[in-house]
């Protein structure tokens, strides 16, 4: 199977869940696509895609939002699994935060949806950043709560759903 996982990352962690998923998918032929590089996938291409993006203040990218707008026909026609990476620890709103960055149609569609977790990388951010998560997350360090375990059973998911 041809999958592609097309994602958007701001300070990298989102491209290293990307990593992750695609080492675990084995069997497959993976396409990695960054939207900040990539900006008009052909979708078409591809049986399966992967989306994700970074959540930051409760809203995800606008370039995946756009992406996904463009595109909604295609993907749907696809085997879809979506995810998101953010740090927000009350899982009831991880998932509102996942369903929200994403149109609700694709949302529905999935075969898997993840909220994999998320990093604070100080060394990453600017001086506003730093600030409001110092403030907000009460941390002044970088950490990291990438949810292995969620991106295992998005594989496990997409996988089935192949079957």
């Known amino acids: 199977m041809k999958t592609a996982i097309i994602y958007t990352s701001k300070h990298g962690t989102t491209a290293k869940v990307v990593q ?28 399966g895609i992967i989306l ?3 959540i930051y203040a409760s809203a995800s990218s606008k370039t995946m939002q ?5 595109n909604i026909e295609a993907l749907k026609q696809k085997r879809l699994a979506l995810f998101v990476c953010g ?11 996942l369903a929200n960055a994403y149109p609700q149609e694709l949302y529905e569609y999935a075969v898997s949806k993840c909220f994999a ?8 951010m600017n001086f506003f950043e730093r600030t409001v998560i110092k403030r ?3 941390t002044d360090r970088s950490v ?7 991106i295992d059973k998005l594989i496990m998911e997409i996988i089935n759903a192949g079957s």
């Open 87 to 97: 740090m927000e620890p009350d899982s009831a709103k991880q998932q509102q935060e």
């Open 52 to 54: 994700g993006t970074s």
């Open 66 to 70: 756009r992406f996904c707008k463009e």
């Open 136 to 138: 907000i997350a009460k």
């Open 117 to 124: 977790g998320g990093e604070f990388l100080f060394e990453k």
């Open 144 to 150: 990291s709560a990438i949810k292995s375990d969620e």
């Open 20 to 47: 992750m998923i695609a080492e675990r998918l084995t069997g497959n032929q993976v396409s990695i696509i960054d939207l900040k590089k990539e900006k008009c996938p052909d979708v078409n291409s591809f049986d």
